[in-house]
């Protein structure tokens, strides 16, 4: 999984209950996926191990992953 010198430094350092295999399940199998204006991707799915939604932020290439959080705003 290719990652940001944000995401290893920053992400992963407070959130480390996020798993590397939900992140790249969410990659394979969002539910919905949104470019935002700068190019970033948001992606979501349903982690049913904990019954939340995370969304994965991509680089616009739709691989190099930035940024990964629990969205508790997120309505399927």
Not at 8 to 26: A, G, H
Not at 63 to 73: G, I, K, L, P, S
Request: proline share 3%; charged share 30%; aromatic share 12%.
């Amino acid at each position: 999984m290719k990652t940001t010198e944000y995401f290893r430094t920053s992400v992963m350092v407070r959130r480390p209950d996020i798993k590397t295999e939900w992140i790249e399940y969410v990659l394979r199998n969002s539910v919905r996926t949104v470019v935002q204006a700068n190019g970033r991707i948001r992606h979501w799915a349903l982690i049913s191990k904990v019954g939340k939604y995370l969304r994965v932020v991509t680089e616009s290439d739709g691989e190099t992953v930035h940024n990964a959080f629990f969205d508790r705003r997120f309505k399927p």
